[in-house]
């Protein structure tokens, strides 16, 4: 009998453990998106549907590579050459004229968003480009449970040795809302709810 309630006491010892744990994760977790709720701007994927920015941890493979920008933004069109830094620390992009000079930057460190640049729309929220680049350099892993967690669906088909290499799409229901093709130097982003698209090449 003693040895049946040891075990039953090991047992709900190890339980109670554990559930504190995962209580302290979730908290954890829960501080990081309440502080990006406090002060970014949430990305309406639908006219109804609004998602914020994941952490900065959704990134795990770090990308460090010059990119040539060609974005078609309905009535506006723009190249232009970029930096882009992105992984576990957050993302930065330096927008760079043809002479190698910054003209402008975008920046998201995890509790904040901005962008400083005459090129893109006044009306387009850097949230929207941080979240397309997300969607693209972002784990799938972090991606799927997020736009769940917002009525959405995200999925992702690999296939190596073809072109592209990965497709994803943002999905409201069967409707895709995004798409998101990945080839090995290149990344292209339809947004068929929006009406844009661009392409980002990474340079030799």
Known sequence: MKKIELITALTLSLFLLFSCNSTRNLAELSEAEATIRRNTNPVYVTN???VYLLPVE?????VESYQYFEG????????????VTAGSSGISVLILNEMGIEMGNLVYDGESASIESTLFPKSLKCEYILLDLQN?????????PHYASYGLVFEEISQPGKV??????????????EKISIFEKKIEIENYLRGYSYRLTASE
């Open 48 to 50: 109804t549907k609004k």
């Open 136 to 144: 693209a350099y972002a784990d799938s892993v972090a991606l799927k």
């Open 58 to 62: 959704s990134i795990q493979t770090p």
């Open 164 to 177: 592209p290499v990965k497709t994803r799409y943002i999905k409201n229901g069967k409707k895709i809302i």
């Open 72 to 83: 078609d933004f309905g009535s506006k069109k723009f190249n232009s050459n970029l930096f």
